[in-house]
């Protein structure tokens, strides 16, 4: 009796132990599988944040960010001067960020997503700037802007009634892109000459983030280049390097590719860059079809950022832009009319061509004022292949960007900042003053984010 007892009492507590072991081995399973779904969120946080910043999030222009300190502080118009820039989607982490129509559209996109398929598993991000370099893309070219490096720490979530939580931090680093205007001027086609300059027209360059023309300007620096040929006369003088596919002086266009016969000539070197560079047409954005028909002005008038016909302005009168984008089929000033930005700010303006218009833009008798801004805030776009007619003055600084359009410069007042089309004439003497500036305010291409560290922990 008394062992059958004992034998029962033993097999008892061996029944139970394989069920405590059972049921820990259950447990344990559960809070690996629980574990691992929240790493799981955790990590798709990280990548749905990095698609989030490669193509939703554009970089501020001018942003008052203190750049030498790691992680980059905020020193104006943050909730939190002096402290990181940070995006957040997570409740116990504020942003602090100069803009608050991005800070909203990072918390709306991050905070507390689900994931499809697992429904009691969620994440929300924040990503603190760690490192960035000057430069912003464009709306009118794919990609761009400075290099930049975000560390974006991700918290996954399984609820029920034992939830796991796992951090994942994760550093992304993107390149910057390539300069948009790396020279005073250059013109993409294959004609002869392909850039003309005669009489006294010249480059030479200056940086506007440094001070004045006057306070920066180099005699060195106003390089030019061309897929075609490059003729120089007059006494005219290119303050930097000439770029060819080839240096040919000899023999007869298209095979001579540079006929120097000016007195001044090229300061720099003639340098053979082996092959064609390759200008994007920009994409234009103004709904189709475009306006044609025609809107002239023959009094000073101030238009809003928008979608407008052929407009012309004529008389010696002012046509007034407002910073934002403008859509013109095409843009005419004539009589002495002047073309300002009032009050300071970033103009792009988008040309059409479409229709009637023989040329596209057309300054001939006008000028641009941008007094106030840099070259890079006055942005003129043309995709199309209709003759563009520019006119310089002691103001008139901006970029055009007109890769299959040939461009006159009408004239000899001087234009301040950078010329792309398919070929460039400047017979009258102006000269092309090249913003150094824009080798890194202006960039396209930007690189890809790649991840460069990572960890994760459980709490």
């Not at 989607?89 to 129509?101: E, Q, W």
């Not at 997503?113 to 009118?140: D, F, N, R």
């Not at 000899?250 to 590719?257: A, E």
């Amino acid at each position: 009796m008394l062992v059958a007892l004992l034998t029962l009492i033993i097999v008892s507590m061996l029944a139970a132990g394989l069920i405590f072991v059972t049921r820990t081995e259950t447990l344990t399973s559960a809070n690996y599988t629980q574990l691992a779904q929240a790493r799981y969120a955790a990590e798709a946080g990280v990548q749905n944040t990095i698609n989030w910043l490669s193509n939703s999030y554009t970089a501020p222009t001018n942003p008052s960010f203190n750049t030498a300190a790691i992680p980059v502080t905020c020193t104006g118009g943050c909730s939190s001067n002096g402290s990181a820039v940070v995006l957040s989607g997570l409740s116990s982490i504020a942003s602090n960020y100069p803009d608050s129509t991005v800070a909203t559209a990072y918390n709306t996109a991050l905070s507390n997503q689900t994931l499809t398929g697992l429904s009691s598993a969620s994440y929300s991000t924040y990503a603190t700037l760690l490192a960035t370099s000057s430069g912003t893309g464009v709306s009118w070219l794919s990609g761009g802007g400075g290099a930049q490096t975000w560390q974006i720490t991700s918290q996954g979530t399984v609820a029920g009634i034992r939830p796991a939580t796992v951090q994942v931090v994760a550093t992304y680093e993107r390149t910057g892109g390539t300069p948009i205007f790396p020279f005073a001027v250059f013109a993409t086609g294959t004609a002869c000459p392909t850039i003309n300059f005669s009489s006294s027209g010249n480059t030479d360059s200056y940086d506007s983030s440094q001070g004045t023309y006057a306070a920066t300007v180099q005699t060195t620096g106003g390089d030019i280049g061309t897929n075609g040929s490059l003729n120089l006369s007059g006494s005219s003088t290119i303050k930097g390097n000439a770029y060819l596919v080839n240096v040919v002086t000899s023999g007869s266009c298209p095979v001579k590719t540079f006929n120097d016969g000016s007195s001044n000539g090229v300061t720099g070197a003639a340098i053979a860059m082996g092959s064609p560079r390759t200008f994007s047409t920009p994409v234009y954005t103004n709904p189709s079809p475009a306006l044609t028909t025609n809107t002239g002005y023959s009094s000073a008038v101030s238009l809003s950022p928008g979608n407008y016909n052929n407009v012309s302005v004529s008389g010696g009168n002012t046509l007034t832009l407002s910073p934002g984008t403008y859509n013109f089929n095409s843009l005419k000033l004539s009589g002495g009319s002047i073309l300002t930005i009032s009050p300071a700010g970033k103009v792009v303006i988008q040309i059409a061509g479409a229709g009637s218009p023989s040329k596209a833009l057309d300054f001939s008798g006008g000028s641009v004022s941008n007094s106030g801004g840099s070259p890079a805030d006055v942005q003129i776009v043309y995709a199309g292949s209709q003759d563009i007619v520019l006119s310089g003055g002691s103001n008139s600084s901006g970029v055009v960007y007109a890769p299959n359009a040939d461009i006159t410069m009408s004239g000899s007042a001087p234009w301040f900042g950078a010329i792309v089309g398919r070929t460039y004439d400047s017979s009258g003497g102006s000269a092309v003053h090249y913003d150094r500036s824009l080798a890194n305010s202006l960039v396209s291409g930007g690189g890809t984010f790649r991840l460069i560290g990572f960890s994760w922990s459980k709490f």
